[in-house]
């Protein structure tokens, strides 16, 4: 009997109950909280002490879009500006730049360790470059020290995307803050030169601007929130006189985003509920995932630039900067060691399967944010995995390839075949800190199986 395994998704929220009605409560005494200010203070201060290096600035906002929209706002690039972004992100992250009347030069990324490679960068620098983006995608961390030197020297911004790779402060504090060690030694001293690999990443020390995400599908979740972490004086105050100005999120706003994310928590973490309604989606073949990811992104449909912009340019309630605040003291980061491990034991028994394509296995850090393969025929897998029970999907994530978003301007010479690639092929899989362990045998077993049967029907289509 392998029903069971449609007791988990792909996906789940980072967020127990209990976090549910801290929030309810914050928000019903809203009225008691400190100031805006005072509560920002908290986070920052927290951030500061937590971090390696004190001498950085913070601010903490919205959400990762509206920090990149505060820089492009602070810098005013003149029209027709280049950056130059790795080639998975979402495409609200592009709405963003061509909003400034700036244009995206997409750079493809290698499939094994994630990085932009250092020469075809120079080869997209122009003298219209302004900055480097770099977004580190599903956990997994690139070494970005050669695009950091290449900035510096080019005199560019780099930007630090880590929406998906906050895995918690690291417990190996460095105080050494004139060291020249790339980013990796810097931030786990220990982790790097042991046995085990290290565990978490705050972006590298040089970085112009790092930006963080709480939203409702990132590990720490607050439900919504962020941070930006800013290495220069003056394009912090920039920032932050700017962010001054606009209007402060509605309370009612962040209050009703709440209650949707309360409900598609029965749906997606409590296998009790889940089990049970598996048997009457499956029965009316109800497409139950694509219902769930549309009602966990910010818009139900693809928004105007003026909804966009309207939505993004707030700052956090003061519900919101407290949950953030006391998730950060609370959270029970032992759970992300958990993910790791399980994530890493379906690994080492995938790893044998040639039809199966294991990506980012070559960064310096690999934790998991989803858990994604690439396979050969992407539906036909997830079809076969479905009639045995386990609940794959391939919509997961509004990540996508640049060059998808920008068919219209984009020629040969900017084609990002390894991006594409993946994305086209790529699915995922229910494994995570929530699945027990006799389940992810059952799961390793379906896969492997799974996988020899679509290598047999290719073969037999050759014949």
Known sequence: MTSYLDSYKSIFL??????????????????????????????????????????????????????????????????????????IN????????????????????????FEMNINRVKCLITSKTVAIVYAHIYGRCADVSELVDLAYEKQLYFIEDCA????????????????????????CPKGIHSE????????????????????????????????????????????????RSDPIQNTEQY???????????????????IKPLMYVIRLFKLNHMGYVVNNLRAFSKIPSKEELFLSLRRQPCRPLLAFLYQRFQTYDYTQLDIQRERAFYVLNNLLKISTIQLIG?????????????????????????????????????QLNVITALLADTIDDCHKCPNAEYLIEHVIYLPVHCHVPKQVLEKLINIVSKTAQQIEQYHLRSKL
């Open 196 to 243: 085990n690999e290290p565990s978490c990443y705050m972006g590298h020390p040089r970085s112009h601007l790092v930006l963080y995400s709480f939203g409702v599908l990132k590990f720490c979740t607050a439900l919504g929130g962020g941070l930006v972490k800013i290495s220069d004086h003056n394009l912090h105050r920039k920032m932050s006189e700017i962010y």
């Open 164 to 187: 998906e790779s906050f895995f918690g402060f690291c417990s190996c504090v460095s105080e050494d803050k004139s060291s020249n060690q790339s980013g990796f030694d810097m931030y």
């Open 361 to 397: 296995m070559n960064c310096k850090l690999k934790n998991f944010w989803l858990f994604p393969l690439v396979v050969a025929k992407p539906d036909l897998f997830v079809g076969i995995l479905s009639k045995n029970h386990i609940d794959a999907y391939r919509g997961t994530t």
């Open 255 to 273: 209050l009703s985003n709440v209650k949707k994310y309360f409900y598609l928590y029965w749906i997606l973490n409590v296998p009790y509920v």
């Open 14 to 87: 980072d967020i127990k109950l209990r976090d549910f009605w801290t929030i309810f409560s914050l928000i019903q005494n809203e009225k008691r909280l400190a100031t805006h200010h005072i509560l920002s203070d908290n986070l920052i201060q927290y951030w500061s002490k937590k971090n390696h290096y004190t001498n950085h600035h913070y601010l903490p906002v919205l959400c990762v879009r509206t920090g990149f929209d505060l820089f492009l706002r602070a810098n005013q690039f003149p029209v027709d500006s280049e950056i130059i972004m790795s080639a």
């Open 90 to 113: 979402i495409p609200s992250m592009i709405t963003v730049v061509q909003f400034h009347q700036l244009n995206v030069i997409p750079c493809d990324i290698d499939l094994d360790t």
